[in-house]
């Protein structure tokens, strides 16, 4: 059965910064028709420093725990407890393992979700990243075939995750005093986490041996 | 043409680090930076053993707010995070170092969610080193929630009243206990709602942060640009000062003999012309009402980078309050007394 | 979508009136209004037997200049003029007498035709009152006129520290020409330059006074949108500081040992954000010529409206000058010593 | 030979408001370019403020004086003095007659241009009002005919001085510091100069009996 190498994961996160970066701008827009604008901002600055520190040849757990440092060290805003938290959880679920098979993948992720939730105390249809994370979390487990079959339902989960907030009216952070007004767009946190989770299922599935 | 707006900054990715370089070089006599983040501006004469540390925070974009409300008397600690965004745990723990003086440390800030979670984290960080923190989290725009969930409203500029109470009480010598009371009691008589004209420009990126319509005003709307109650044809001084005031008069109840302190706030690019417009509106109504100005402050106290639009905030006062806000402070925004 | 701006203003034809009501309910315990033409704000405790009156004055729309200097050892009085336009004389002499304490009057104003024909006009009609009144009119902006013809220079910013020196003069007691003679060394070791990122809103038509498109800057752009020097694509802050101070360092010849107050100044709309940058670098480029700053002053001290834009201002201190500047003194847009 | 009554001469005054009032936008448009944008509302405010104060069967000195108290008085500015200056001027120079007559006329036009000239010390050339009214009282004066001629050779030297401030160099006020960047548009205060001139030559003209 196909797993994936934590060694040489490093590469994995700096794909995820690139499309971060790569997004600054529309992530920021549409967190400015609920929100401050800013999202892509942080972001990027924060997922473009950790890129800068990271090597392609880095564990997947050792480049999550330094993604998780800058998050939560140095950038602040919601998004560097929430991220810090999810990456710093994944990091630890893994970090042992020479390689990470399919039920592994599966507790980082669960974990993940666990260290977004602990913290920050939301709860799946609040509109938020959790919207894209939980559903994706729960098609890895559903899905009966293998590593790559379950990661590819993964990323299929989290995009419609991600459209599904679209319909719903924000109830935690900036947006959730707009009540009605936040119905009808993406929400940004989701979109973001939707970006994390399709390059994290991709650049796997390319590696998996 | 561009629509780009080029600001005056440098590079965006050191400009809160220039910032804070900016504050400190005018300030010197005032301000410095502690800790290894590099992110907490420091009372030169503020912190000291027994007094209750006092660090006030949050998102950039907001100036002087809230650096400019660290000195004597005042805050004694700031730590500043990015444009919008809470400050990390690390920065907001070397700022509330540097303000610990071994009687506790209370960390104030506006109610978001960002800011509650990292300052939430070093609270208990702080916690493990040994030194009692807590958190006060402000909650004064009226617009941001129904009276019946008051405690889920945002803070905005009404921070000022808070903070300014926390530090005379802290100054005066209270206990972290009583120190917090007396925040509450600053919180609990203090109520704002903003009108913004225009988005601001966010200075990294030289756009909007999101789409208003000249000549069109959003009501209530949050110092972050988030959406507000209402949105319109904009109207003049009078009008908007007496929308902005409704929901304040009718929660605080205020009627004859009442005293209040007043603040006429400008999130950015209003002029003082127009602030003062409003606030004559506002000694108006208050006036009408038989309900006493104890002392107002008319000016750019809790930005939105340069957003336009404004503020209206009351306090209500009680006896406590008016000799905590009496209180004198020396910072780079404000003074007060002798 | 029109392009009509909405400010916060009632009727444009009482929009000075409002304001001037609007200062006095902010501030009763420093300023109410004297004289028939409604006019002239003073200070509650000012003028006094024997003191040289101070009257600083203009046009309206650089708020919190000028009345916003107006309160004990700074200035007694300033009349109000509208918009950009300066006060008539009748308004000015209103100023003139209630700052009048019988050791005569100083008339400070920056060098603009209509102010110069306006106050000399009342001065002339002061003194056939009676009252001796002089009339020093300030030339601090580099960018209005080369070194060999600096008398014909516009005011600009540098009003501040002429106005301070002249008020503390007159406060500790100086006789009229010694007032006048400190304002004069104020105004011979103050110069100014600022850039415009923006044209400013009038708010009587809410139509821009001229067209800056967005992105570019204008160097050396007046406080009333009078054009500058160049015209380009706008700098970042570094850069936009560099330009200022060149000439301003030039013609203060500034060197190891000097000592300068500074003041950066915004124009409206820019945020305090920026205008800390923009310290942040003239106190560089000051550290690196030896030259140590005294005091500084970062905010709004006398803007164009909504104006995006900034100034630098050095003024060169020697020990009066210095002395001067440290003077108490407590109106609404400045506070000095204890 | 046909002469203007003063009494009733307050329309006159009445009409030159008007038309002031009209121009608001387009003066301060024009004083936009090499000015501070302003000089359409300072004059609106003060021949409008005026024109509240004065009927039409004012005398024209009445009128004239009137609204040089309110330019003088209330308005301030640079025009409060120099238009203030010049219609009282105007206004002292024929408050005693009963009929205005071509030479009497030619005094009150000859009084205002030099009361500007004397509170403001600008000369001929220097780009500002002057260079409206220095050539019409010329003109005025220089006429062979009588009163009417004199009046449309007036307006008519009045547009051509108007139109020459297009290529001056500035030398006075505001736009003075500009140097060469203040030619190639029309002075401010010489427009607004020119349209008092022709509603003054054609309303007089309409009267003359
Ligand atoms: N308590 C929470 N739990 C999970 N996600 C949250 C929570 N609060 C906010 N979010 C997410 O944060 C996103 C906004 O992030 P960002 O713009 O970076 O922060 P801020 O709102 O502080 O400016 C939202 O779109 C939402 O998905
Ligand atoms: N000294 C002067 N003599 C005659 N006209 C002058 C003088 N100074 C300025 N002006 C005129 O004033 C006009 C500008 O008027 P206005 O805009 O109302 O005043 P300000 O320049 O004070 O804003 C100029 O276009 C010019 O014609
Ligand atoms: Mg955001
Ligand atoms: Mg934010
Ligand atoms: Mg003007
Ligand atoms: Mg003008």
Known sequence: MATLKNAGGGAIVRRMADTIVENRGYLSEIDGKIGDGDHGNNMAKGFGRARDRIADTDTLSGAMHTLADVLMGEIGGSMGPLYGMMFDDMASAVETLERIDRAAFGRMLKAGQEGVMAIG????????????????????????????????????????????????????????????????VLDAGATSCCMILSVLADETRARLA | MSDH????????????????????????????????????????????????????????????????????????AAPLGNIFASPSPAQIADAGRAADGGAGVLFLFGNYTGD????????????REGVPA?????????????????????????????????????DRGLDLDAVEAAAARANAATRTMGVALSAC??????????????????????????????????????????????????ELRLGA???????????????????YLLHRRVAAVLSARDVAIHRSWVGEYCTSLDMEGASVTLMRLDADLEAWLDHPCKTPALRVGE
Chains 1, 4 share one sequence.
């Open chain 2, 134 to 170: 807590r958190c006060f989290v402000v909650t004064d725009d009226v617009a941001s929630a129904p009276a019946d969930r008051a405690g889920e409203r945002r803070g905005i500029a009404g921070d000022f009243f808070v903070f300014k109470v926390a530090g005379a009480a802290a």
């Open chain 1, 121 to 184: 105390e939301a709860k799946r249809g609040d509109k938020s990243l959790l919207d894209a994370l939980i559903p994706a979390v729960e098609a890895f487990e559903a899905d009966p075939g293998e590593l790559s079959s379950a990661l590819a339902a993964m990323k299929a989960a989290a995009e419609r995750g991600r459209d599904e907030t679209r319909d719903m009216v924000s109830r935690i952070g900036r947006s959730s005093r707009l009540g009605e007004r936040s119905r009808g």
């Open chain 2, 257 to 275: 003999g009442d005293r209040v302190a007043v603040l006429v706030n400008g999130l950015g690019s209003t002029s003082l012309l127009e602030l």
């Open chain 2, 201 to 250: 420009v966010l200075p990294q990126t030289g756009r909007p942060n999101f789409d208003l319509p000249v000549g069109q005003m959003e009501i209530g709307m949050g110092i972050h640009g988030e959406p507000g109650i209402e949105r319109g044809p904009a109207e003049g001084a009078d009008a908007v000062a007496d929308r902005l005031l409704e929901p304040i008069l009718e």
């Open chain 2, 5 to 76: 707006h080029r600001k005056l900054i440098n590079d965006p990715d050191t400009l809160i680090e220039d910032l804070i370089e900016g504050m400190v070089s005018a300030h010197p006599d005032l301000l410095h930076v502690e800790g290894g983040t590099g992110r907490a501006i420091v009372a030169r004469n503020g912190p000291r053993d027994g007094k209750v540390g006092i660090v006030v925070g949050g998102g950039s974009g907001h100036e002087p707010a809230f650096a400019g409300y660290v000195g004597r008397g005042l805050a004694d």
């Open chain 2, 116 to 127: 509650v979670m990292n300052f939430g984290m070093a609270a208990e960080d702080m916690a």
